[in-house]
């Protein structure tokens, strides 16, 4: 549904991508979403846990850079993690201060498990678009974004 906003035409095709954006990305995080819970995991808490799997033990800061999550933030869903057993943090024996996350074996048990699933029902919800578009999306998504993280907090007032 476009909006009802009456501005200048610019403004106007602005509002009606955005709002198409968000819309999109409401409905397929609400799918992903719904999966995830039937493993008591939160997107970001799969963020946390595929980020390991892929990568490798990371420090906390590193985790909450690649999530676009605050420091604050990230703490809570490592501590959730970590509850259940999935994550571990370690302390630095040469420096008590940095903190390395790794996933337990029962957390890389668990993504090898539900990895696989998680890329069909991806691949399933972005095969409406064709490889061309796919690539053209994630070439406009990354546009925007780094768009976005370039302004200054000011121009946006």
């Known amino acids: 549904m476009p909006t009802h906003y009456s501005g200048p035409p ?3 095709q602005a509002l009606n991508a955005f709002i198409n954006l968000i819309r999109a990305a409401d409905s397929i995080s ?3 979403n719904t999966a995830l819970s039937d493993y008591g995991l939160t997107e970001t808490q799969f963020g946390v846990l595929e980020s390991l799997f892929h990568l490798g033990s990371l420090c ?10 605050s420091n604050g933030n990230i703490t809570m869903v490592i501590d959730n993690l970590e509850k259940q057993e999935l994550v571990l943090r370690q302390r630095d024996s040469r420096d008590r201060r940095y903190i390395t996350i790794h996933l337990t074996p029962k957390g ?3 993504m090898e498990k539900i990895f696989p699933a998680h890329v069909g029902r991806i691949t399933t919800l972005m095969g409406v678009l064709n490889p061309e578009e796919q690539e053209a999306l994630r070439q406009l998504c990354r546009k925007l974004g780094k768009h976005a993280q370039e302004l200054c907090p000011e121009t946006l007032r």
């Open 108 to 110: 890389q048990s668990l």
């Open 30 to 32: 609400a799918k992903i």
């Open 60 to 69: 906390q800061k590193a985790l909450a850079d690649k999530l676009l999550k």
């Open 10 to 12: 610019q403004e106007i």
